[in-house]
């Protein structure tokens, strides 16, 4: 009897226990079709993010863009690369340099899709396009990562923190 108390106490710890808190991290770039669209679309940004099992926090700057933000997203997305559709309005500063910001309960699919890098984060600018043939318009685009390492221009990264779908970490 001692011994089912004992392991039952156990597993209500376990599963009282709060959920290992995770980072992550996205790089805002441009994302230029073609001549045209190089004059309206530049700037880099860089973002973290910190999920809870319960609240993502996302913070973040930018700087360089052409002209000013206008608002800044989150997407889910079907597959990393892939543009998806908005579920959330981020605090963005409304100028060429700024920073981002928002705390937000994610759903059980939305937790599965951070961990399996199909959240990105898009900010849009006053001179951005209006819309592509294939999808939104914006200004900076960046997927969230795991927190890695990030090396300098012409180093190698090593890992495979960017195919997360292939390695979903156990968070």
Do not use: C
């Not at 079709?33 to 809870?52: C, F, H």
């Not at 309960?105 to 951005?128: D, P, V």
């Amino acid at each position: 009897m001692l011994k089912l108390v004992l392991s039952l106490s156990l597993a209500l710890l376990a599963l009282a226990a709060p959920a290992m808190a995770a980072d992550y991290q996205a790089s805002l770039g441009p994302m230029p079709l073609d001549d045209e669209t190089k004059a309206v679309i530049a700037g880099r940004g860089e973002t973290t993010a910190s999920y809870d099992g319960k609240i993502l926090t996302l913070k973040g700057s930018f700087h360089g863009l052409p002209s000013n933000a206008t608002e800044a997203h989150l997407f889910l997305s079907p597959a990393t690369g892939v543009p998806g559709k908005q579920v959330l309005d981020l605090d963005v500063t409304k100028s060429t340099n700024g920073t981002l910001w928002a705390s937000t309960a994610l759903t059980s699919a939305q937790a599965a899709a951070l961990r399996t890098g199909k959240l990105y984060i898009q900010i849009n600018s006053e001179k951005a396009p209006t819309g592509y043939e294939w999808g939104p318009k914006g200004t900076l685009w960046g997927w969230i990562f795991p927190a890695h390492e990030t090396v300098g221009q012409n180093v190698p990264q090593q890992d495979h923190w960017f195919i997360p779908q292939l390695d979903t970490p156990s968070r």
